[in-house]
């Protein structure tokens, strides 16, 4: 067929040489601007005509013309150019990327694609360059502080741990704030797994969300679309913002093969900062068993440190260790490789990956590490009006984790029995945790475990098998119809085991009670959770594309469809605790019988909307969405919401024709929208649960010994009244570029409402329930966003980049359910984290001093101040305002880039502190040199005996010598221990710098590549704390991705900085 | 222009069958698989679970509050886990956990047993599960003085249900039960009573625990309603027939395995790191050792505790060295967890007998209570007699010249076993036995303080209410941030409304 056409091309071009005979053939190469590489599949046409030609493999095209005759040459995502044919032979072009150009191609709502001259609200679009920068495993790992209105932050300090990303901040107090991640057309699941696990205890073990499954090197951009107007045509799912993944494909021309290579070296972003003046002890006394550092003034003499043993004990100088806690932890290797096929003919094109991650963690041995294989193709083919393409992924994905947090009777957790460590002892020492001196029976303190004992006998392992993928099939009827269905599915199988093992001190040995103390530790049960859980996701959609141009002045882009979704997971779990056999991690394994769990969530969608931009003069666009669902998890009969949305897009340049050197483009734009989300399932109806009595510490479960079976009354009263929440939002915003695009700004003012919020609103118990889930609750959230962009240096060779982004975001519970104060959110140790009205979503109270009228402290009889009855207020998590900056310099095939974070403000709640200024190792705890004091102003209140009146004189109890430790906890100095622990979250990170080099093409040739890239590079290379924060990094957490992490850290690791280099390479 | 209707008509058939097929499948599928629809439950299911929810948190945390305020156990110096119990620093955001499981978890589901037996006719459940939930509201209102009744557990139709005071809640109660016991209970038990089911007489077994409970709460009243409290008791013994067996759950239903077990040895050894905070207390072990009694071995696992001065954690391994190796209680995973013992039954009625019959049988009451408090904890009844003949005050009947104090000192002592220590605390509120100290059990050098009476319970020195020893507990948070009608916080050191 194809030959056929040729032929009659052939002989048609014939005829038409012998009629004009003034027509010749005119030959010539076209390339890229940017890289100069020649461009296959480029389109030339002779203007006015249907005749044309593509340019070959190697960008040489011929074709025959006459004088005075136009050449059109165009290629998708470049400017067209026009060359009138003059009297030479050979026209060789050079086509620019139309990047930041007006007619830039966005893609928007359900995968279409419009220029983003047309839209009216705000939207990010992010390339594979600046994703890839530094190889970094998880999409976002390079684009913190870059994107204005999104807050992206590492959660996690394990290798392949969680990033969480919040757009344009927390509008859902109970619910989810995640947005809606879509890969080529289709959602994408990103639960972090552990969140929505039946084994709470899995909230320690960070295994990544997922998202950061996708290999990063396919991607070839990512769109943000933050408003409720962008987002209204995903319904209910659209609500918290979406992030629409775009993944390579195959493009027409020989085949062209992608290798990119990187290796990083990994270690402890940043620590805590520990006093150097005491040393171990307690009461201010050296206490060779204490797990604190409360003990005299360090001295430099010889002491015996941890037990006697064998009539032999240890010997170390009483100093303070610098680079203690650092040493605790190894360099740690991460590889990342990844190779892509692709080619094709103009009808039909393919792309083919593999890509594979290793990283063995910081960690010594095993206990963390990541492994992540993924596995693509893609193809697409035309056949006259129809065409299809298909593609299918795989991800295995292997982690191993070590628990953070809080220990408990199966365990102790390696980061929290690090920080019980004086630091006159050398932690790396206690590696060899089965030596005589640091084994169970024999180290130094009965009060925690060797760490590297909770690393190598203790762990987790996860393994994961995704496949997602999508058939698309479009016809197009005519000129301005076309008909596209699409069928999509994400599926991912999980197995993951935890373990722990068992442990006792030997009676008579150290820690069994011979210690000095007489401290006894509980030995640890070990335990072992073998859980599955399985994902599943399935979307399809019919769609009807209308493109059609009116008149000159009038044209209309469109489309009507239906979207059917199904999505759920079902979780088994299985426990065991108390080990049979020590070290031998299995089910069977244990004294007492395995107890299971199991839950599954299963929900349907149905939804049907429409989308039309009206355009006038390709200068003013009018966009009209409506989007309507039907919910499985809404009451029957009042299941079914709808959604509009409308926005303007203004070309002020086009429009009046004031394009000038110093003015280069306005657009204004301006939209208003709402969309809705339904709840989670099976909350219509109440129901018992299986009974398992939560005693404050253990619990519990039913059934009891002797087949005593027990189900009790739900704690959670549901509603079959529910109805889906609704979030209204209006934006205003404008794309400004100065002085030929030297300059450009882009500003957004958003304000978004989301009502009728579905909350479980704690109740009084006393009502026989503990919470309700009611539509109640208002959140308000407005902010600007500001990006810019600045090219100040651009010559031939030089060029200077800057880019820097601004996002300011207030936030606001305008109201609660009657009779509610507050919604706790999360909590530790008396810390809430909660809503308030009238205050921003997550602010932190906790207990506080009570003052007498005139502001003194007021202290009881032991000198130490008495606690409020009412908790105080103690500031929110959200901060200030955030800020990055990007410098990029390029110097013909070099380029430096660097990248600035900078969070102002805000407060987060610190276990790590918590448990410092307990062991006196924060450097707070060093105040009056820990000598006797009376609390700074303070006072104590004398009750007159007959009248009752009460008076405050001045105190003059002190804190004595011996009880200064108990000033530095919260069971003991309630009062003011919260200041010490909920700590400014600022912060200023170097992100990340790069150096580039690109090797000239010529060269590249030579080693047989068409272009060749070596960078070096560091990510998290330095982060700056205010001084009051010695504790923990502000942006870890280990409490999900979600708002509840937004509370804090509680005994996390810390984050990773990375060192390397990468070879990328285009054959 | 006609192929196009066809592709129009075509694609309109479409999106009506995806619409239809849509809609019959997005419905019906959110009824949960996970949890059970409240119409299923039985008095059955629901009443173990209820029981076993008063016995975790009677038996568990408020066994350690109890505890410590009772002063069988110190907080240990070298940990922490208890300091704000053995200091009296509650506030309303501590223990809130007990508040919310003892109503959200035991009383609605009583509540919801009550409804269905007496629907149904199953008045063997009511009489059980109406006895319960007046145990579990009066420890509440002997905690709280004043919590939700009248409005309480009528879920979505009141979630800010009025407070009531204590007083007129012990009246309902007791009518419940005197209506509960009106009603032809002699019915098949099938299954759910972990109480006293097997037991051959256990009906009758629940009616001694119907008036046992009745007598206790009519005791309580000897202050604020006397003639309440005279009328009450006389009733009962106009035909006297009180338990003579422990009325709880037995160890048969707890297992030595994490959340299998007993709840205070699941809560305070197993779950937490170290099992070391509990230590005996001076104030228990003085009187213990004093009058050699053989139940220390019971309690301590050695006759010669080495103990803790009452509320000392602050004091330094130098100044107290002994407090390092100072003996922990005894617990186990399969102890049972007891809501009214024989021995209380007994130490109940003596004081009964004493206070309104001159005495009349108190003497052999008394020694009952002792023995049965002897016999429960596997020491022999004979062992019990020389104790009790024994020639010490507040220890044999003829020697205590104040007979309810020796009732009531005896009582304190039977109290440490069986998870029911929150009682002892009661009682001595209520009756003033045993008596407090004016002075401090150890002098400011840590020796014994030779002023102190053994027994007499000691102000903690780390005590935060200015000298006052703590009465009850503040209304907790849980109430207070969802409830507007919880009344205006009232000091710990307030007496509730029976107390002395």
Redesign the interface.
């Given at each position: 067929m194809k030959k056929l056409l040729l032929v009659s091309l052939c002989l048609l071009v014939l005829c038409i040489t012998q009629v004009f005979a003034q027509n010749r053939t005119v030959t010539g190469t076209v390339t890229a601007k940017d890289d100069g590489l020649p461009i296959p599949g480029v389109t030339v046409k002779i203007k006015g005509t249907n005749l044309g030609a593509p340019t070959d493999v190697n960008g040489k095209y011929s074709i025959v013309v006459a004088t005075g005759q136009t050449l059109v040459f165009s290629f998708v995502s470049y400017l067209t150019q026009e060359i009138p044919v003059g009297s030479g032979n050979v026209i060789n072009v050079v086509l620019s990327s139309n990047n930041k150009q007006l007619s830039e191609v966005v893609v928007t709502a359900l995968g279409q694609s419009r220029e983003k001259n047309t839209i009216g609200y705000a939207q990010t679009t992010v390339k594979s360059g600046e994703i890839n920068q530094a190889s970094q495993i998880s999409m976002f790992g390079s684009l913190e502080g870059k994107i204005p209105g999104v807050t992206i932050s590492n959660t996690g300090g394990s290798a392949g741990g969680s990033t969480k990303v919040i757009i344009r901040g927390y509008s859902s107090i109970s619910g989810s704030n995640q947005p809606l991640y879509v890969v080529d057309g289709v959602p994408f699941d990103n639960s972090r797994p552990g969140s929505g696990s039946t084994v709470g205890a899995l909230d320690n073990y960070d295994f990544g969300n997922g998202g950061n499954d996708i290999d990063p090197n396919n991607i070839e951009s990512i769109s943000i679309l933050k408003g409720s107007a962008a987002t209204a045509l995903y319904g209910s799912r659209g609500s918290n913002g979406v992030i629409i993944v775009t993944t390579n494909h195959g493009k027409a021309g020989k085949l062209v093969v992608d290798f990119t290579t990187s290796t990083k070296i990994t270690d402890a972003g940043s620590l805590y900062t520990p006093q150097s003046t005491f040393g171990q002890g307690w009461d201010a006394s050296h206490i060779i068993s204490e797990n604190g550092n409360w003990g005299p003034k360090y001295d430099g003499q010889i002491r015996v440190w941890g037990p006697l043993v064998n009539n032999t004990q240890l010997l170390k100088p009483y100093s303070f260790i610098k680079n203690d806690v650092q040493d605790a932890f190894d360099k740690g290797f991460e590889e990342t490789n990844n190779i892509a096929l692709s080619g094709g003919n103009e009808n039909s094109t393919f792309y083919l990956n593999y890509g594979n991650v290793y990283d063995n963690g910081i960690l010594p041995g095993t206990g963390d590490a990541y492994k992540r294989n993924t596995v693509g193709l893609k193809g697409s083919t035309k056949f006259g009006n129809f065409s299809a393409d298909a593609s299918m992924n795989y991800i295995s994905k292997v982690a191993n984790v070590t628990a953070t947090g809080q220990g408990d009777n199966t365990q102790g957790s390696f980061y929290e029995n690090i920080l019980q460590i004086p630091m006159d002892i050398p932690i790396k020492d206690l590696r060899d945790y089965k030596n005589l001196y640091f084994n169970v029976d024999n180290y130094f303190t009965p009060w925690a475990e060797n760490p590297y004992y909770s690393l190598f006998e203790n762990g987790s392992h996860y393994n994961s098998n995704r496949l997602y993928g999508n058939v698309n099939l479009s016809y197009k009827a005519t000129s301005w119809l076309t008909f596209q269905i699409q069928q999509g599915a994400d599926i991912t199988a999980v197995g993951d085991k935890i373990w722990s093992n068992y442990n006792n001190p030997t009676p008579g040995s150290w820690n069994a009670g011979a210690n000095v103390e007489g401290g006894v530790r509980n030995p640890d049960v070990g335990k072992v959770i073998e859980e599955s859980h399985s994902v599943f996701e399935y979307d399809s959609k019919v769609n009807a594309l209308i493109t059609k141009k009116f008149s000159n002045s009038f044209d209309i882009n469109g489309l009507i469809g239906v979207n059917y979704n199904d999505r759920g997971f079902r979780n088994l779990s299985t426990e065991i605790k108390n080990l049979a056999i020590p070290g031998f991690y299995q089910i069977a394994n244990s004294l007492n019988d395995p107890q299971s769990t199991e839950g599954e969530s299963h929900r349907r969608l149905f939804g049907a909307y429409a989308s039309a931009t009206l355009g006038y003069n390709s200068y003013l666009f009018l966009t009209l969405t409506g989007r309507n669902d039907w919910s499985s998890t809404l009451p029957p009969g009042a299941n079914s919401y709808f959604y509009p949305a409308a926005s303007l897009a203004y070309n002020l340049t086009d429009a009046l024709s004031v394009k000038s050197d110093v003015l280069s483009y306005v657009k204004l734009r301006g939209s208003i929208g709402r969309t809705g989300s339904d709840t989670a399932p099976y909350e219509i109806y109440n129901t018992l649960t299986a009974t398992n009595i939560n005693l404050t510490y253990g619990n519990l479960l039913f059934p009891l010994t002797g087949g005593i079976a027990g189900y009790t009354v739900s704690n959670s009263l549901n509603n079959n009244k529910l109805k889906p929440e609704i979030q209204d939002e209006y934006e205003v915003g404008g794309e400004f570029r100065f002085f030929n695009d030297m300059l450009g700004l882009d500003f957004t003012y958003y304000n978004r409402v989301k009502s009728n919020q579905i909350l479980p609103v704690p109740i009084s118990p006393s009502s026989g329930y503990t919470s309700e889930l009611l539509n109640f609750g208002k959140v308000r959230n407005r902010g600007i966003e500001l990006g810019v962009t600045i090219d100040p240096v651009k010559t031939k060779d030089f060029r200077w980049d800057i880019n820097y982004s601004f996002t300011r975001n207030r936030n606001v519970v305008l109201s609660l359910p009657a009779g509610l104060t507050q919604v706790v959110l999360n909590s530790a140790y008396g810390a809430e984290f909660v809503a308030q009205v009238g205050k921003p979503l997550g602010e932190f109270v906790a207990p506080v001093p009570v003052y007498d009228p005139a502001g003194h402290i007021v202290v009881g009889s032991t000198g130490f101040p008495v606690s409020s009855t009412q908790n105080g207020d103690y500031g929110s998590s959200q901060h200030d305002y955030q800020m990055g900056l990007t410098n990029t310099f390029s110097y013909k095939g070099f380029s430096l880039e660097f990248d600035l974070d900078f969070r102002k403000g805000g407060k987060f709640y610190s276990g790590t502190a918590d448990l410092l200024n307990f062991v006196g190792a924060d450097p707070a705890t060093l105040y009056n040199d820990r000598r006797p004091w009376v609390v700074p102003n303070s006072v104590q209140a004398v009750t007159n005996a007959t009248t009752g009146a009460v008076t405050y004189v001045e105190n003059t109890t002190q804190i004595t010598e011996a009880n200064v430790d108990d000033y530095y906890y919260h069971t003991s100095n309630e009062a003011q221990n919260y200041q010490r622990t909920i700590l400014d979250a600022t912060f200023l990170k170097l992100r990340q710098a790069t150096l580039t080099y690109s090797l000239p093409k010529s060269l590249a040739a030579k080693l047989g590549a068409q272009k060749l890239a070596v960078s070096v590079y560091g990510t998290n290379l330095y982060t700056w704390l205010p001084k009051s924060n010695h504790d923990a990094d502000p942006e870890t957490s280990n409490q999900g991705i979600d708002l509840a992490s937004d509370f804090g850290e509680f005994r996390t690791s810390p984050p990773l900085r990375y060192y390397g280099a990468s070879l990328k390479v285009t054959f | 222009m006609k192929?196009?209707n066809i592709?129009h008509k075509t694609?309109f058939v479409?999106?009506i069958s995806?619409?239809g097929?849509?809609?019959n499948?997005?419905?019906?599928?959110?009824?949960?698989?996970?949890?059970?629809?409240?119409t299923?439950?039985t008095p059955q299911?629901?009443l173990?679970?209820?029981v076993?929810?008063t016995a975790?948190?009677v038996g568990?945390?408020l066994a350690i509050l109890g505890g410590i305020w009772s002063q069988y156990w110190a907080q240990s110096n070298?940990?922490?886990?208890y300091?704000?119990m053995d200091s009296y620093?509650l506030?309303?955001?501590d223990l809130n956990?007990?508040?919310?499981?003892l109503?959200?978890?035991a009383?609605?589901?009583y509540?919801?047993v009550n409804t269905q037996a007496k629907a149904a006719g199953q008045w063997q459940y009511y009489l059980m599960s109406t006895v319960m939930e007046a145990y579990t509201y009066e420890v509440l209102v002997d905690l709280y003085d004043q919590?939700?009744y009248s409005q309480?557990?009528?879920?979505?139709a009141?979630?800010?249900?009025k407070f009531d005071d204590g007083y007129t809640i012990y009246k309902a109660l007791i009518a419940q039960i005197d209506a509960a016991l009106a009603q032809n209970y002699n019915l098949a038990v099938t299954g759910g009573d972990?109480i006293f089911g097997g037991s051959t007489t256990e009906m009758a077994d629940w009616v001694q625990f119907a008036n046992t409970l009745e007598l206790k709460m009519y005791l309580r009243m000897i202050n604020a309603h006397p003639t309440d409290a005279q009328t009450g008791v006389q009733k009962l013994f106009t035909s006297p027939n009180f338990l003579s067996k422990d009325a709880g759950i037995a160890s048969?239903?707890?297992?030595?395995?994490?959340?299998?077990d007993n709840?205070l040895y699941?809560?305070?050894?197993?779950?937490?790191?170290?099992?070391?905070n509990l230590r005996a207390s001076y104030t228990f072990t003085s009187f213990l050792t004093g009058s050699n009694d053989p139940r220390t071995t019971v309690y301590f696992g050695t006759a010669t505790p080495v103990f803790m001065h009452q509320g000392d954690y602050?004091a330094?391994?130098?100044?107290a060295p002994s407090y390092?190796?100072a003996t922990l209680p005894v617990e186990k995973p399969t102890d049972p967890v007891i809501f009214l013992s024989a021995a209380e039954s007994y130490f109940l009625q003596a004081e009964a007998l004493q206070r309104y019959y001159a005495g009349a049988g108190a003497q052999t009451a008394y020694e009952s209570g002792i023995t049965a408090s002897f016999v429960a904890e596997g020491l022999t009844s004979a062992q019990a007699t020389t104790y009790y003949s024994q020639a010490l005050t507040n220890v044999s009947w003829a020697s205590s010249t104040d007979k309810l104090q020796a009732i009531l000192t005896q009582k304190w002592v039977s109290l440490a076993f069986g998870c029911h220590e929150l009682e002892a605390f009661f009682s001595q509120e209520c009756t003033g036995y045993p008596l407090t100290s004016a002075v401090y059990s150890r002098k400011s050098d840590f020796t014994v303080n030779p002023a102190y009476v053994p027994g007499q319970w000691v102000y903690s020195p780390?005590?935060?209410t200015?000298g006052l020893f703590p009465k009850r507990l503040?209304f907790p948070d849980?109430?207070r941030?969802?409830?507007?009608n919880t009344p205006a916080?009232v000091p710990l050191t307030t007496k509730v409304w029976w107390g002395k």
């Open positions: - | 192929k196009l592709i694609l479409f999106v995806y619409f097929l849509g809609c499948k997005i419905t019906n599928i959110n009824v949960s698989p996970n949890n059970p629809p409240l299923s439950a299911i629901l173990p679970s209820a076993a929810s975790s948190r568990g945390e070298t940990s922490n886990q300091k704000n620093n506030i309303r955001t956990g007990n508040y919310t499981e109503f959200a978890g009383l609605e589901d509540s919801l919590v939700p309480a557990l009528q879920n979505n009141n979630i800010q249900p972990i048969t239903y707890f297992t030595n395995a994490a959340s299998k709840p699941d809560y305070n050894t197993r779950t937490l790191n170290t099992a070391t602050t330094t391994q130098i100044q390092n190796t780390n005590g935060v200015g503040v849980v109430e941030q969802r409830n507007n916080e």
